[in-house]
């Protein structure tokens, strides 16, 4: 009997990204409250720095990235926001990091929950996944929906179903 597999990660859709923040840029350029100030978003590779005239704006910036980042589909727990510095000048700076993959203990989390169901699964942590093996689809649709329910503080995605 064939042995049926899924991939739990965490990955950011870059394309999607890259689409989201586009579309801030966009609306930033044609609000009112945004004319004559600045705000810049640049998306490096792990990481999306922001930059904007004051506070207010920072705030407004960062609420307006995540609403196109969650009308895209994007799970906004892959983002961490630092904390906002200031310069002389008064530009406000803040950088957001982007969760690429799940550390050793996100992983642990993930697999002592799917021993927590009893099932009949074998989860393996590999690198920077969780690979969830099974003999029935069944199972591991049900692994599948209970890391969902989990509401982890990490963002979770299944690739690799096989």
Known sequence: MAEFSFDIVCKVNRQELANALDLARKEINSRFDFK????????EQDDLSLQASDEMK????????????LKRSLNLKAFQFSPFESNVSGLVKCKASIQNGLVQEQAKKITKLIKELKSKVQARI????VRVTSKN????????????????????SFENYR
Do not use: N
């Open 36 to 43: 004559g100030a600045l705000a810049e978003i640049q998306l």
């Open 58 to 69: 920072m705030k407004q910036l960062i609420d307006m990235i995540q609403t196109k980042m």
């Open 126 to 129: 590999q690198g920077d996944a």
């Open 137 to 156: 689809k069944d199972d591991l649709q049900l692994v599948q929906k209970k890391i969902l329910d989990a509401e982890f503080e990490f963002a979770v």
